[in-house]
C-alpha cells in the first residue's frame, strides 16, 4: 500500500503555479470564445489583453470609471457614449419596400426603415 505524502507536504512531483486571468467587466469570462488565457504575472496579462507600444492585444479597454472590458464590450460602451457609426442605407435583401443600415463600429447598431411610406413620400 502507498503511503500519501504528510499533510502540509506537496509531492515532489506535484507543482504549483500561479496564473492571472481577467474576465470583462460587462459580459464576464462569455468573451473568451475557445479558451480563457492564462499570464504568469499581472504585467504580462495587461501587455497582452490591452496591448502595448503599438500591439493590438486582445483590443481590450481600460475605461474611465476603471472598469476592464473585452473587445466587444468596448466597442459596445464606445457608441454608448459616442453614438454609433451608421453605415449608408442600404435596400433590404428580401423585401424593397425595407431599407437597413448598420454601425460599423459596433456589432449591436442596426437599423430598419420603410423605403416606401404609405401616400408616396420617401
Known amino acids: 500500500m502507498t503511503k500519501p505524502p504528510p499533510t502540509g507536504t506537496t509531492h515532489p512531483q506535484v507543482t504549483v503555479h500561479t496564473c492571472y486571468q481577467v474576465t470583462c467587466a460587462d459580459c464576464g469570462d462569455r468573451c473568451w470564445e475557445e479558451y480563457t488565457p492564462h499570464y504568469s504575472s499581472e504585467a504580462d496579462l495587461w ?3 490591452l496591448g502595448h507600444d503599438g500591439d493590438v492585444g486582445y ?3 481600460r ?3 476603471g ?3 473585452c473587445a466587444r464590450c468596448s466597442e459596445r460602451a464606445d457608441c454608448a457614449e459616442r453614438g454609433h457609426e451608421w453605415s449608408e442605407w442600404r435596400e433590404g435583401y428580401n423585401d424593397p419596400e425595407v431599407e437597413w443600415r448598420m454601425c460599423n463600429h459596433c456589432p449591436s ?7 416606401v411610406v404609405p401616400g408616396g413620400a420617401v
Open 47 to 49: 501587455a497582452s489583453v
Open 59 to 61: 483590443e481590450w479597454t
Open 63 to 65: 475605461r474611465a470609471d
Open 67 to 69: 472598469r476592464v472590458l
Open 109 to 115: 447598431g442596426m437599423e430598419e426603415r420603410l423605403a
